[in-house]
């Protein structure tokens, strides 16, 4: 097998060969380093497609905390130039301190004083209260949907102490609780705004003011003159322009049309290429702790039948995923981050035993075949069925290898590619047989994977799993504080996941974000791309 045999996978091939002469006369732009930061200039990127909206508390995809989290703060978050999200990297933001109980059921925040909304109205412990009553589902009718309502099932309720505290109280113990506060997906919401009205102008206390937001157009925003930091941000703006088409994106950046690459742009062949020709340019490749999967739907006939979904895993070749499209470097591994990158991954040796994660392909499909044998498939009956995926590079060109796979244990497939707003809205819907699907982790912690993902009743548990027993593995693990026991504990989940064939994970992704030198003090995550996109002291040297 071979990228020959997929000429969705060509483009970028022939794409190199037209940027050489562009990609060359870039080098012109390398300046040296600046003395000082500069204020001013607009950071211009292209975006991959059309967000669903603007509202990062009821989207679901990087498509729309990218561009969106400059808008807002969190009561905390992750350090935006420490490459690695760890609860040591937590800085404050909207609080100026934290504590917990003994017990560590109890968390307060004490709240910065003299922080302004965009349209002028004061920040207060009353919008943290609203955001989570609202996003936590304690408060019912608040918000369209909550896609990480999971997230804080934990939590029992919210109580102010006048204007500058807020304490959040939890059922139980969770030392992580105050990482899913950091995630780029945890921004606090005004009181005074509808979710309606967020989903269309958001206003948030953020660096930058929302400006427009055209549908498969152009997002903008612009600097905050009433920024609670002094002096930030140093740029006037950000503009995004949304360019479906992969080359066209590379060959405006390349010709000096973009500042920076979307942020998860760029394939390991097409950096490479950069690269080489243009040696000063800015790329960071990392681990995205974003997984490529197959998604069943468990509810729809055949696929209700355990025994096909046992196939569907069967057949999986991941190392021809990885080598097709990451040139071999990309991870191995169940639904954790592997290592080294993450922490509670799985070693190669350990993940060898879950089902169909076995070194003999050959030996999987065979079984898999005879599974599809005895429910009355072959050669002459294969199963007809169809593919659902999003209509963006990295989950197209994997579907197309899916499709080839499945082929080999009877079953014929046709793609059913649509863009994202309406992929989100029929995923969450649960409207699909099977699909080929990216599930982005905010952080490499398995209570916000294993909640958000596989939960009874999470908007993103897409299959529609539930296990009850399970769910108690799940909180046993979240309160245990040595690493080493809840790591097995971890593992012994991952097992359960792979064994119920709930969500196969093929690969964990690598992507590389690149930019023009002139970019100053740009900082890229290295276990996740939802959480560094603050932007507020990022600047221009032109």
């Known amino acids: 097998m071979n990228d020959r045999e997929y000429p969705a996978l060509r483009e970028e091939v022939d794409m190199h060969k037209s940027i050489r002469l562009a990609v060359m006369a870039m080098a012109l732009l390398a300046a040296g380093p600046a003395l000082a930061q500069k204020h001013g200039g607009i950071l211009t990127l292209p975006h991959i497609d059309t967000p669903p909206s603007p509202s990062i508390q009821e989207e679901g995809t990087a498509s729309v905390v990218i561009p969106f989290m400059p808008l807002f703060n969190n009561l905390v ?8 999200n760890t609860l040591d990297t937590i800085v404050p933001e909207l609080a100026t301190k934290w504590a917990w109980s ?3 059921t109890d968390l307060t925040f004490t709240l910065r004083d003299g922080v302004k909304w965009h349209d002028g109205h004061p920040f ?16 019912p009718g608040k918000i369209r949907k909550s896609p990480r309502q999971a997230w804080f099932s934990n939590l029992k309720a919210i109580t102010v102490n006048g204007a500058r505290e807020v304490t959040f109280h939890l059922k139980r113990r969770q030392p992580s609780f105050l990482a899913l506060l950091a995630s780029g997906w945890s921004p606090v919401y005004p009181c005074h705004v509808s979710s309606a009205a967020m989903r269309t102008h958001p206003i948030g206390t953020g660096p930058f003011r929302f400006v427009e937001y055209r549908l498969n157009e152009i997002a903008r925003m612009e600097r905050n003159p009433d920024y609670w930091k002094p002096g930030l941000p140093y740029l006037d703006g950000i503009t995004w322009q949304i360019v479906p088409n992969r080359a066209t994106r590379t060959l405006g950046f390349v010709a000096g049309k973009y500042d920076m690459t979307y942020p998860t742009d760029v394939t390991v062949s097409l950096m490479k290429d950069i690269m080489s020709q243009a040696p000063d340019t800015q790329c960071v490749m990392r681990r995205t702790n974003v997984s490529t999967n197959l998604i069943i739907n468990r509810d729809v006939p055949p696929f209700d039948n355990p025994d096909i979904r046992k196939a569907l895993a069967l057949a999986l070749d991941r190392k021809s995923f990885n080598d097709i499209l990451n040139e071999g470097q990309a991870g191995i591994a169940g639904a954790m981050l ?10 190669p040796d350990v993940q060898a035993s879950m089902t169909g994660y076995g070194p003999d392909i050959a030996r999987n499909r ?38 080839d796979q499945l082929k080999s244990i009877f079953i014929n497939a046709e793609l059913d590619v649509v863009d994202t707003p309406q992929y989100y809205a029929r995923v969450f819907k649960k409207q699909f047989s099977i699909g080929l ?4 982790s905010s952080l490499d912690d398995p209570d916000q994977n294993f909640y958000e993902n596989y939960a009874c009743g999470s908007l993103r548990n897409y299959t529609g799993y539930c296990n009850r027993e399970l769910e108690k593995d799940f909180e046993t693990q979240s309160m245990e504080t040595d690493v080493a026991k809840r790591r097995a504990m971890v593992w012994d989940i991952e097992r359960k996941l792979a064994d119920d064939v709930v969500r196969p994970i093929i690969y964990h992704d690598v992507a590389a ?5 002139y970019v100053k003090n740009m900082s890229i995550m290295v276990n996740s791309i939802y959480n560094g996109w603050r932007w507020e002291d990022v600047w221009l040297d032109k």
């Open 77 to 84: 978050m992750f350090d935006q130039h420490v490459p690695r």
């Open 366 to 403: 065979e079984e898999a075949r005879a599974i599809m044998r005895r429910l009355g498939y072959g050669p002459d009956n294969p199963l007809q069925t169809r593919i659902f995926t999003r209509d963006i590079n990295n989950f197209r060109d994997p579907a197309l290898i899916l499709n």
């Open 513 to 517: 974000a690149c930019w023009h030198p």
């Open 124 to 139: 207060s412990a009353d919008d943290v209260k609203c955001t989570w009553d609202m996003v936590s589902g304690l408060e």
């Open 437 to 440: 699907n990216l599930t982005g």
């Open 102 to 104: 003994a017990d560590g």
């Open 338 to 347: 592997p290592p080294p990158d993450g922490v509670w991954g799985m070693p």
